[in-house]
């Protein structure tokens, strides 16, 4: 075990792409234990690859690049200026609710960050924005995305841990909406605080007609999670294929329904998904041998041991589970700590009564909140890089974001029926 960890630590100390990382570290283990035949490695890693159930990730992440160009996106950020416009930090309270509706969209908390920082941010740096808080509430924010349905999160989780994806999603739903109400509170605050972008007076109230025209324009991108959700409980097509079925959606409402769809935007939308899949189809081949190796040294039985040893209060060992995925998710990216830490954490979590899907939705929160946060955080640089930001300004902007999404954790680990309340009224309680 300490070779396979030395291993890890030492390609991911050397900057080498985290798939590589885990892959190498998994090969080497393997090939300093003769007792274990070498093609175990080859099988593992292709058997990675042969699940029928995690079709629905790069079908997902193609159905979103479709919807970003296929004017989706431009009506939701509409409906998103209108909500807003008359609220204290208006400009950023526009990203908020953009993450929220864009959820059902993305998936992806990296590129609904990214996404926003490039239309938002120069409007932002023109009203008077600090780099760093544009940077900050931007990427804090899209941690949304990893909550609403369809999140890729939830999938990965869903795919590893064998919990019901369509549980799940519907699972999401609650928390996304009370993290949305926690950060733009913070949002509101923070922007007094700064004094930015105040209300202006001359806008005019938002009335009804005005409401009833923006959701009609984006009604069908609004509709979209709640279609995967009813079409999954009744059986109109499993999770994996609820992936296909979104691509089919995302095409005719683009084509037939915006007009905004063309073949050039198609194929666009195909190249970028063909380099999304590959980088995440990489690292889930390669976790193939690693977590073969991880399984083998009994890891986690030791950090059952390790953990039970300090508590065995459900709360309490949630809480320190958290805090570990929290410090794991600043070093290593979110798809790998759900291929590697979910087979660790979630026999545990069910051996003290916990539910596994309010256990997902958790480590979906937190996994995806260390993209977000130094040293190696993804999101982060993506955003910086973007505006040309410093980190270090970023980071001080940030931390009353985290803090606002760690106060919501914590109420979630401690009121359980927040998140189970749809999935159990939908799926019905799990005995």
């Known amino acids: 075990m300490t070779f396979l960890l030395l291993c890890f630590v030492a390609f991911l100390i050397m900057g080498m792409p985290i798939a590589f990382v885990i892959g190498i570290s998994g090969m080497a283990y393997f090939a300093s234990m003769p007792i274990l035949p070498f093609e175990i490695v080859v099988q593992q890693i292709v058997s990675q690859s042969q699940s029928f159930a995690f079709l629905a990730v790069p079908f997902f992440i193609f159905a979103g690049n479709l919807m970003n160009v296929s004017g989706i996106t431009d009506r939701l950020l509409s409906l998103a200026r209108l909500l807003t416009r008359r609220m204290y930090g208006g400009t950023a309270q526009i990203s908020v609710v953009m993450s929220t509706l864009m959820g059902g969209v993305s998936g992806s908390a990296t590129a609904d960050a990214a996404m926003e920082t490039r239309i938002l941010g120069p409007e932002m740096i023109r009203i008077g924005y600090k780099k760093g808080y544009i940077c900050a509430v931007n990427c804090v924010t899209a941690l949304i995305t990893a909550t609403i349905p369809p999140s890729l999160g939830l999938i990965i989780f869903g795919f590893v841990g064998e919990v019901s994806i369509g549980r799940l999603f519907a699972a999401g739903i609650i928390p996304g909406v009370l993290m949305m109400v926690f950060l733009m509170a913070t949002t509101t605050l923070t922007s007094r605080y700064y004094k930015y972008d ?208 760690l106060l919501e954790l914590a109420i979630l680990v401690f009121i359980p029926q927040i998140v189970l309340w749809i999935p159990n009224m939908i799926f019905g309680v799990i005995k």
């Open 198 to 405: 105040p209300p202006k007076v001359e806008a005019p109230k938002l009335t009804a007609r005005e409401l009833v025209d923006n959701l009609k324009d984006s009604i069908w991108a609004l509709f979209f999670p709640i279609i995967l959700i009813v079409g999954i409980r009744f059986g109109l097509f499993t999770p994996s294929e609820s992936g296909a079925f979104a691509v089919v959606y995302a095409i005719i409402i683009g084509k037939f329904v915006y007009k905004e769809l063309t073949w050039e935007k198609f194929k666009r939308a195909l190249i970028t998904s063909f380099k999304d899949n590959g980088a995440i189809m990489l690292i889930i081949a390669m976790s193939g041998p690693f977590s073969y190796a991880i399984t083998w040294v009994q890891l986690p039985i030791a950090m059952s041991n390790l953990i039970f040893g300090i508590t065995d209060n459900p709360q309490l060992l949630t809480l320190i589970m958290l805090g570990f995925l929290f410090i794991s998710g600043m070093f290593v990216d979110s798809n790998v700590n759900f291929l590697l830490l979910t087979p660790i954490f979630l026999p545990m979590v069910t051996s003290v009564g916990m539910d596994p899907v309010h256990f997902g939705v958790l480590m979906a929160t937190i996994v995806t909140l260390g993209v977000m946060t130094p040293p190696i955080g993804s999101a982060l640089y993506t955003v910086c890089g973007i505006i040309d930001c410093p980190p270090e300004e970023y980071t001080k902007y940030s931390l009353p974001f985290m803090g606002a999404v």
